[in-house]
């Protein structure tokens, strides 16, 4: 079985109760035959760190696709805010300007340099004449530079995209992520190619900016450890379907999805899950 | 080899001779004609270099016309490559302008060099629209095809967002396909460098024009001097895009700096 280095607690602590993301009963699918997600119920509260884990082709990416608007469920309902993600919605494409989403390659612009990579995130802050001059007004340039700092890479602004390591590009995702000022972060698997000790850092610059800007990240691992090192709440998806969904309270880990198992039942479920 | 090969093989060989047959290919003919070829070769060589100014001076003239051609051509071609490509537009926007720039293309340079003298008369300026015409039609349809082979992610990424669709052109298709316009920019003006020294043929003007009229008075020591400013030219112009090449494009599209030697 898989040895869990459990801290005391979690570097995530729940700001509000308030409910942000609320996915109920949701199928989806991409050919109307074969079903990516299978009734999918979620409850996600503002502040959490909510990991979602799970094997490649399970269903974890098309889930984060269906809660910024990039994908519509074939049944079910999704509500963000209260609002369902609809990218032709008035009310939703304003709520996507504050929803940070990096895809599993990071979706960076590799021929800008790091600092117009980090604007991006300024885009819908400016108006039609600046966008288009790249016209970005001094106080969003000294933004980007405080972000810039923040995720270890002052200095670097004005490298280009391809000339930074796996590590930094993450990082540049991420102030990317944060110059849109979000109130939501949906990443990846960002870490997953990583060593242990960058994957970390990655993570604590994560939890940090959580802290401060009162943020809801809701991140796809593939590693339980982690995934239980930084969240508040972990779901774990197999063919589609959430098979379990567990809290993480100081060194107890509860069973969130019937409520009865004990937290070695549940990593022994976890684990034999894992050697399938 | 399997009898299947040979079939095919067989098959090509039988093509072949039969398309020979309807040209009219005859090898006899043009072994006969080589003595022909010596006579042209030594007059060649019978090179008069009073004419390098003129040949010089024409040239310059060319690659404006080529310049010109290609700078607006481009700048017309940009907007519509936008507008064709598949992953920026629906149907009803890309097809009408797809089909446009088909029937642009359709014509060769010379044919739109023939329609402009009959539009403005005989000379450089027939030249240089023919250039834009012939430059609009290839650029917009790489530069289309290069905007839908970008990377997928960093479009899904900025567009998740809620940018507007010019942000999202302005931000990621532009700079994704910059190398890739700034390619086709250098093949096209060494192009229409070369395909300016032709359309002097049907009166557009350019180096093409004098090179014309000396093979029609079988002046071919004058008519050389010209060949050879174009070819000096043409590889003047391919080491400088080697450069360029080397400085902004393979740097960018493979992620690593390239020190010219």
Redesign the interface.
Known sequence: MKQIQMTKTSPFSLISTKKIIQINDVWTSYDSKNFALEGINMSIDRGTNYAIIGKSGSGKSTLLKLMNGMMVPSKGTIKIDYVTPDINDKKFKKMMHTIGYIPQNLGLVKNVTVLENILIGALPRLNKIQSLFKRFPENEIQEAKRILKLVGLFGKENRKVYMLSGGEKRRVAIARALMQKPTILLADEIVSELDHVTAREIMNLIADAQKKMNLTAIMIHHDMQLALEYANRVAVIKEGQKILEIGVEGDAIVDFQTGDMTTDQIMEMYANDSKK | MTPKNNIIIGIIIALLVVASYNVDADPIKFVEGLPNLVIIVEEVFAVEPKYIPTALWAMFETIQMAFIGTAVGVAIALPLSMLAARNLNSKFVYAPIRALLAAVRTFPSILWALLFVIMVGSGTFAGVLAIIMYTVGFVAKLQYDAIETI?S????????????K??LI???VV??S??HLLSQILYMFDYNVRQTSILGLVGAGGIGFYIINFIKFFEYGKAAIFMLVVLITVLVIDWVSVKVRDKYIVK?QH?MEVTAK
Do not use: H, L, N
């Open positions: 990377d992610d960093p479009m899904d990424a900025v567009g998740s967002i809620g940018v507007s010019t942000q302005r931000y990621v700079p994704e910059a190398s960018s992620g």
